[in-house]
Each structure stands twice: as structure tokens, then as C-alpha cells.
């Protein structure tokens, strides 16, 4: 099986850890499995409601936009704001 280390951990991050896992009556690894697979099992379905509530907002935002401008001038106004963004 494969193994993992992990190096640099903050020492209330040790103990808190110790605590849950002496108080779960588990082992260390045991509770440091338990707590990656709740942390990894909960992460899509937090996501998909992140993700659900922006396409309900952008529909509720399709068609409203009102201009006088052309919709490519609108573009261009849109493009020539926008940040450089960070170096890659």
C-alpha cells in the first residue's frame, strides 16, 4: 500500500489531532484517514451548490442588461478594464 509523510506539521495541529483521534478511540492514521475522506467527500457536493447557485444567478441576470453601445463596443469596454493578470 502506498504510504504518505507529512513534514512541518504545526505542533496544535499534532495535538489537536492526538485529541480527536484518543477521543474517537482511534489511531492516529486511522483518524487521519477518517478525516481525508470526510474532507474529500464533502468537497463536491459544497462545490455543486457553489456551482447551482451561479448558473441560477446568471439566469436570472439573461436578458436584463440594458446599453446604449453596440454589444461590441460593450465587448471591447469589457476587454480593455480587465487586468493583465499575473505573470505565467
Given at each position: 500500500m502506498p504510504s504518505l509523510t507529512l513534514k512541518d506539521i504545526p505542533k496544535n495541529l499534532l495535538?489537536?489531532?492526538r485529541e480527536r483521534a484518543r477521543g474517537e478511540r482511534r489511531s492516529l492514521t486511522q483518524q487521519?484517514?477518517?478525516l481525508l475522506e470526510r474532507g474529500?467527500?464533502?468537497r463536491p457536493a459544497a462545490h455543486?451548490?457553489?456551482v447551482s447557485e451561479q448558473i441560477e444567478a446568471w439566469r436570472r441576470l439573461a436578458g436584463s442588461w440594458v446599453s446604449d453601445e453596440s454589444s461590441?463596443?460593450?465587448i471591447r469596454h469589457?476587454?480593455?478594464a480587465r487586468s493583465r493578470g499575473?505573470?505565467?
Open positions: 495535538e489537536r489531532l487521519v484517514f477518517v474529500l467527500e464533502a455543486r451548490d457553489r461590441e463596443d460593450e469589457i476587454y480593455d499575473r505573470d505565467v
